[in-house]
């Protein structure tokens, strides 16, 4: 029913309107309900009330015309201050904004979240976006936002977000400081039952969206601990060459197949939570094999079935500093049912 909406509305996109509380003028570009308009402001994009809002036509009407022109000269011209935006918090936040339409029974229903970086701290992150829908990427994005802003990431249809959608952002300082952090990841796993919830929580309470904490304060360096090695000598331990210790070591595989009757014969008195205990156990063995023998590749066969012990790789593997990438994809000798790992030893 958009066209009974549009008659309803004040507004339509790409009118020019004034905000009441700060006077800037901007343009209306979305339509999101009968009550909230998406409006671009310097640059700025972002939701407001309708009654928050109004046309030029007013203010310019109503204000007072000066009759007497001044000469003015370049060196009296003052330089135009920019107001920053008013620190509201502290923190980075991701914010999801529905954007409801009516259904045949003229009823509300929302049709897709706008999805925003809000940036509460006086601090800019350059920041590496990624929205993972049923194991794989859907959307990514790198980019930098300012202190004290917001950033308009996309949009996400509202049937997307029924498959535990998983968003994973890395953030690092915009200006680099040696007493902090290289950088800082995160991640945000919404269930339908959270998001129905939070829509009806902001339905109530008259408010435009919702916000999930994703950094509060970026974190300080760690510093790793040296050992003296020399001490340890005198201290009655004994001491090898790094160099001669792979000669050692068991060898490593290319290929570890993790179906549990592969790995022991008394599966069958085993429970689930004993399987894949003993799964992922084998999996960080032969992990920990492939960095010592500085592999470049190394393939997890994991079977597909529910995707447990695949999701808990994967969680896993975001968290190795030596993975540059993998991948779940069809494979001519195991279908979907592994994972290919590639490694950089240079981060």
Do not use: C
């Not at 994991?302 to 808990?312: C, I, N, S, T």
Request: aromatic share 12%.
């Amino acid at each position: 029913m958009p066209f009974l909406i549009n008659r309803k509305m004040k507004y339509q996109p790409g009118d020019k309107i004034i905000v009441l509380l700060t006077e800037e003028e901007g343009t209306v570009l979305e339509i999101m309900n009968e009550k909230m308009v998406l409006i671009e402001v310097k640059g700025v994009k972002f939701p407001a009330y309708t009654d928050q809002i109004d046309f030029p036509y007013f203010k310019m009407f109503s204000e007072k015309r000066i009759s007497d022109k001044q000469k003015v000269f370049i060196d009296q011209v003052q330089k135009e201050k920019v107001k920053p935006k008013l620190k509201e918090g502290n923190g980075v936040l991701l914010t999801f904004i529905p954007v409801f339409n009516k259904d045949i029974f003229d009823d509300d229903v929302v049709e897709k979240l706008k999805v925003y970086l809000v940036n509460q701290n006086e601090t800019g992150y350059n920041f590496t976006y990624n929205l993972m829908i049923g194991g794989a990427s859907d959307f990514e994005l790198k980019n930098t936002i300012e202190p004290l802003s917001d950033f308009y990431l996309h949009d996400i249809k509202f049937e997307d977000l029924s498959d535990s959608p998983r968003f994973e952002i890395e953030f690092s300082l915009k200006e680099p400081d040696k007493k902090k952090a290289p950088y800082f990841e995160t991640s945000l796993k919404l269930k339908a039952k959270q998001l129905f919830k939070k829509i009806e929580e902001i339905q109530l309470k008259n408010e435009p969206g919702f916000s999930y904490l994703l950094l509060d304060e970026y974190p300080d360096r760690i510093e790793e601990e040296k050992v003296d090695v020399s001490r340890l000598g005198n201290a009655g331990f004994r001491l090898y060459d790094a160099a001669k210790i792979k000669q050692n070591l068991e060898p490593a595989r290319s290929v570890v197949d993790l179906h549990i009757e592969k790995l022991t014969n008394d599966w069958k008195q085993l429970s689930n939570f004993e399987i894949l205990t003993m799964q992922l156990k084998v999996f960080e063995k032969y992990y920990e094999l492939a960095i010592a023998h500085y592999q470049p590749t190394l393939t997890i066969i994991h079977g597909v079935g529910l995707g447990k012990l695949r999701d808990e790789i994967h969680e896993l593997l975001r968290l190795k500093k030596e993975v540059s990438s993998f991948v779940n994809q069809y494979n001519r000798l195991y279908g979907y049912g592994a994972t290919e790992i590639y490694f950089d030893y240079k981060r």
